[in-house]
């Protein structure tokens, strides 16, 4: 049976997420991040960044609430009991730090069948609240069985 | 420039990874019911792993987080808890990083690519 693409290239409202300098810290405590940029302020300044910075992988994070929601729509219908993450690529623009409002905005870039799995591939620009863009993604999820 | 990183995540680190990342999927959590879906246990979350093979990455160029311009990976094997993840990679003539991450011969990610500038 083919996948159904009726979603292909649809576009969903953006998403902010209001950065913090704790939750800063636990991400990057949790992955194993130890720079100093990551946890003081006053070294995060010292090094050029004008508040404690944001692991390029904290992408992940302000990312989530835009990106689970696509994920979701019944309209796309993933089927999440047959789902792995197949492949993810993220490209990097302005540095994120606490205080950031970032604002995702998730697209379907492509839905296809290749042997017998179906790919469903996302595309996420995040912005901060200058417009600049600080991360765009690209998520792909593979439905085995389809 | 070569890229080398080991850690091995300890038993709960799933869970501060879950707490950090906001991904409660249970079979990042639960043993039972990811062996219930055919998993040999729970199995460290994705995003967490290629973490790891970004912070390779920025540790071998100084450690300055902007100098990771660009990172794509593809996901393999499923990583598990209490087993040290390998990031290896090799630095090509045009600049890109070829990586992959490995607990013993299970390739958890491959055909990684990365792309690192100055800061």
């Avoid at chain 1, 796309?76 to 197949?86: E, K, P, R």
Wanted: hydrophobic share 40%; charged share 20%.
């Amino acid at each position: 049976m083919p996948v159904n693409d009726a979603a292909k290239g649809k576009t969903y409202p953006p998403v902010e997420y209001e950065v913090g300098k704790e939750k800063i810290k636990e991400y990057a405590w949790a992955v194993g991040e130890d720079n100093p940029v990551y946890f003081d302020r006053e070294q995060a300044q010292a090094a050029g960044f004008r508040d404690v910075v944001a692991p390029p992988m904290f992408a992940v994070v302000y990312s989530w609430g835009a990106m689970g929601a696509a994920a979701l729509d019944p309209e796309v219908g993933m089927n999440f009991a047959m789902l792995v993450h197949g492949g993810q690529e993220f490209a990097w623009g302005e540095p994120v730090c606490s205080g950031d409002t970032i604002s995702t905005e998730i697209s379907v870039k492509d839905i296809y069948e290749r042997g017998g799995m179906g790919f469903y591939v996302f595309e996420s620009v995040s912005r901060n609240q200058d417009g600049q863009e600080v991360v765009r993604g690209t998520w792909t999820n593979i439905v085995r069985g389809v | 420039m070569d890229v080398e990183l080991k850690v091995t995540p300890d038993k709960y680190l799933p869970y501060r990874y879950a707490g950090a990342s906001g991904d409660f999927n249970p079979i990042h959590l639960d043993p039972e019911f990811a062996k219930q879906v055919g998993l040999p246990s729970n199995i460290l979350h994705g995003l967490y792993s290629m973490a790891q093979v970004a912070r390779a990455c920025t540790q071998a160029a100084g450690g300055d987080p902007r100098t990771l311009r660009r990172l794509s990976v593809q996901f393999r094997g499923m990583g598990l808890p209490e087993q040290e993840i390998v990031v290896t990679g090799t630095q090509n003539e045009q600049g890109v990083v070829a990586l992959e991450a490995a607990q013993g011969d299970n390739k958890i990610i491959k055909n990684a690519e990365a792309e690192l500038g100055t800061a």
